[in-house]
T-cell receptor, first 114, second 113 residues
């Protein structure tokens, strides 16, 4: 079964609103989680590294005020897309590190902004 | 960008044939991993090969790693229609403290019955 759960799997929101996506590690504690974005037929682009109890580290070109990341517990990281616009429509995937080498990915969340 | 390159971008074969995908990366790595992604779905981890390993097998999968050329290959033998998916390599680079997984551009594999 899944060890990293993402919710929701699909979300449609109106332009200008905010939407939150959750990433949970189900049977392990994850001090570090990662958020990726993937456009159709493209690869995964790392957006940010989410660190439990501290601020997220954003990749170059990713607006931290637009993509708010909160890692309040060892099993939950959230990504909030603020003031969403149609160009934010994408597939968002999280991953969580378990141990030194093992990374588990969530099933992803499709965001459509209309 | 530290994103790796994969080739071919797309590969179309018949069932029973072998599929080979190549990945090149830019920085020194701790390990290299291959993932599979069905359309619109999450990632499935296939295999991890460490920087001190040259070849690894898992079922019908064979992965090679050449750190001198900064390249890796994934071979799927006796392919099946169910192998149709996108395949990505991902590296944990030394310049990120091996913390971040960076993905290649991916290969879209189509296996026809």
């Amino acid at each position: 079964g899944a060890v990293v759960s993402q919710h929701p799997s699909w979300v449609i929101c109106k332009s200008g609103t905010s939407v939150k996506i959750e990433c949970r590690s189900l049977d392990f504690q994850a001090t570090t989680m990662f958020w990726y974005r993937q456009f159709p037929k493209q690869s995964l682009m790392l957006m940010a590294t989410s660190n439990e109890g501290s601020k997220a580290t954003y990749e170059q070109g990713v607006e931290k005020d637009k993509f708010l990341i909160n890692h309040a517990s060892l099993t939950l990281s959230t990504l909030t897309v603020t003031s969403a616009h149609p160009e934010d429509s994408s597939f968002y995937i999280c991953s969580a590190r378990k141990g030194a080498d093992t990374i588990y990915f969530g099933e992803g969340s499709w965001l459509t902004v209309v | 960008s530290q994103q790796g390159e994969e080739d071919p971008q797309a590969l179309s074969i018949q069932e029973g044939e072998n599929a080979t995908m190549n990945c090149s990366y830019k920085t020194s790595i701790n390990n290299l991993q291959w993932y599979r992604q069905n359309s619109g779905r999450g990632l499935v981890h296939l295999i991890l090969i460490r920087s001190n390993e040259r070849e690894k097998h898992s079922g019908r999968l064979r992965v090679t790693l050449d750190t001198s050329k900064k390249s890796s290959s994934l071979l799927i033998t006796a392919s099946r229609a169910a192998d149709t998916a996108s395949y990505f390599c991902a590296t944990a680079a030394v310049n990120t403290g091996f913390q971040k997984l960076v993905f290649g551009t991916g290969t879209r594999l189509l296996v026809s019955p």
